[in-house]
C-alpha cells in the first residue's frame, strides 16, 4: 500500500548520479557546456565513493621524467585486459588521461614533483616505465576528492544534493527521462525530471565480505542501467587487490595501504615456510614489484590453497628487512599509527589476502559515454569494456576523470538537442519509495552479510561451476527472503528500508556477475575457474547483460578494436 | 569465558524522548565501535540507524558520533569489552537514532527547493 506523502518534484537538463571523480568531473563539464545539472549522491557530495578512499597512482604518460606517449600505456592497458579490452575506450583513457591530470594540476591538486619541477611518476606494476602521478603515497584520493569539489563548488550551473537515493531511472518510451528516488533525511519520495542522465555510481565490491571501497559501491549504477533497459558487459571480472590488510586487525586505516608501502620500500611477499613465492607461478618480479594485480591474487591464494598460508589465510608481507629509520622517514605519521594498533614493521610480518577492489565489467557504453538508451550515459567505474579481464593499475582515477569528462559534454549537448522536457512520468514511479509495508521479520543488513559470505566463498578469485550454481541458488533463496516491498514506513534515515533498497540492487548484480562467471568457462585474467585453468581463444568476446522483464539474459558480443601487436 | 561489548545506544527520531537499546557484541581486540555497530545491524536489530560510507578507513568523516561523552568517529573508537555509551552529535540537527543532519546547508534538499529547482506537491 501507498500513503498519500508529499513528493518532491525536481527538474533540470542534466542528472548526475554519484560525485566520486568521475560524477564531479561529468557536472563540471556539462556545466561548462551550459547545461543546468543536478549532482546527486546518497551520501555526502564528493565524500563517499571510492576515489577518496584511492591511496596512490594515477597512470597517465606523461612522460615529464621518461619519454612516453599514450600509445605505450595504452600497449601496457591492452596487454594487462588480457585481449578483452574495448580498445575505443582504453584508448580514450591513454590518449586523454595527460590533459585532465594537467587540468589538475592547474587547480593545484598539488602532484608530487621532481627537485626540476617536472611532476613525479612512479613505476606501477603492469607499467613499461614510470607513470603513476600521485599526491603523496596515502592521501591521492583524498586531494583528488577535495580539489574537483572545490571547482564544482565554484561552477554555479551545478546544483549538489546529498543524501538523495536514486531507486530507478525514469524511461518514457525508451528514453531515459529522469530518475525516481527518496531523500534520506527526511523519506520524502523525490522524483527528477532530467533531458540527460548520468550514472557514476562506481563499482560492486560491497558484494564482497573484504572489500576495500565504501558501503555505497554495491553495484547500484549497473542495477538502475538494467532495469532502465541499458546492457552490461563483462561482469565476471571482479579486480582483487592482491595485498589487502588481513591479520592483525588495523582500526581507522585502509586496508590497501599496503602497496604505496611496497612500492616505495620493497616488501616480500612470504608464505608459511617464510619463502617467496610469488616467481613460482611464472612471474619475474624480481624485486621490481611489477606482477600484475590478478597474477599476484592467484599467487597468494594457490599457496593458501595449498596449505602454505599465513594463519588468517593470506600470505606474509614483511617489512623486517627495512631499518626503521627509513620506515619513519618514509612513511613518519603512518608509523605511529601503526603502532598504536601495535604493529612494529621491523620485528613482524603483517598478514595480506587478496580484497575486492575494482571491478572491469559494468555498463556498456561507446566512446562518447552513450548506453544503449537514448538519453543515459555512464562513467567512471560504473562503465565496462576499458579495462577487459584486469585493470592496470593507476588506470581508475585516469578513467574517471576522462570518461567524467566525455559523460558530462555528450549529455549536456544531449540535452541540449532533446525534447523530453514535457515528457510523461511513467505509471507507477513512485510505487516503491513510497510503500508502506509491515515489518518482514527478515534483518536486511544480515542478509546483506549472508551475500558478501556467499559472493566471497562461491564467486571470489577462483570459481568452479558447483560453486557458481551453489552460488545462484544461494541467491534465489535470499530474493524470495527479501519481499516485495521495503519494509515500515518513509521516514527519516530510515536504515531498515535503505537495506531493502541496497539487497534488491545487490542481488540483482550479484546474479549478473555470476551468470556470467559460470558462462567463461575458462580462465582469464581476474576470472579464474578451477575447472578450466587455462586461456581459451574460444573466448576472446564479451559477455553482455540484458533484463527481459525480471529475468536476466547473457549475450555474447565480438571484441573491438586495436590487437597488441598493431600498437605495441 | 568469552568477552562482550556492552553498547548503550540512544535510540529514536527527532524530538522523541530518547530512549536507549543495550546491545551485547562479542569482543574481539582490535575491533572499532563502527564494526561493533555493524554487528548490530547485521546481527541483532536492523532498525538501529547509523551512518558511515567507508569502513573504518576513517576516509569519509561520516560517523562521528559521542562516544561516552567525547565527540569520536565509530570508525576509529576502539570497542572495548566494558559498557560503552553511544549518542548523537549535540550541536547537529538529530534524525534518527545515531545520525544527525551533517550534510552541508546548501546541499540539502530544501536548498535545493529554495533555489527554485523544484517543488513539493501533495502525494496522491
New interface residues.
Partial sequence: MTVAMDVVQLETDVLVIGSGAAGMMAALEAGKEGAGVILADRSLIGRSGATIMAQMTVAVALGSQTPDSWEHHLADTLAAGRELCDASLSQLVCEEGPRDILQLDEWKVGWARNDDGSIRQALAPGHDRPRCVYVDFLSTGPAVAKTLRGRVLRQKEVARIGDLYITDVLVTDGVATGAAGFSLADGRPVMVKAKAVVIATGGLTRLYQRNSASANMGGDGYALALRAGAELTDMEFVQFFPIGHLAPRLVGMDPIMWDPFRYKLGGRLLNAEMREFVNDYGNEEAGTYNVTRDRATFAILSEVKAGRGSPAGGAYLSFQHIPAETLRASFGPVIDRLAANGIDLTRMPIEVAPIAHYHMGGVKVDARMRTSVPGLFSCGEANGGSNGANRLSGNAITEAFVFGRTAGRTAALHARAAGNADAPVPAGALDLVSAVAPEHGENHAGLIAELQQVMSVDVGPFRTEDGLNKALAAIAVLKTRVGALPPGAPGPYNMARLDWFDLRTMLLVAEAVTRSALARKESRGAHQRDDFPAMDPAFVLHHTVKLAGDDIVLGRAPVEGHTLCEVA | MRETATLIVRRG??GEDAPTSSYEVPY?????VLDGL?FV???L??????????????????CMIIVDGKVD?A??A?LEPREMVLEPLGNKAH???L?T????P????EH??K?G????????
Fill in positions: 527520531n527527532a574481539t581486540p582490535g575491533q572499532s555493524r545491524r547485521a546481527h536489530d536492523a532498525t538501529l540507524s547509523i551512518r558511515h560510507s567507508c569502513i573504518s578507513a576513517n576516509t569519509c568523516k561520516e568517529y570508525c576509529t576502539r534524525l534518527r537514532d545520525v543532519e551533517i550534510t552541508p546548501d546541499e540539502r534538499m535545493a527547493l533555489s529547482l523544484g517543488k513539493v506537491v501533495a502525494g496522491a
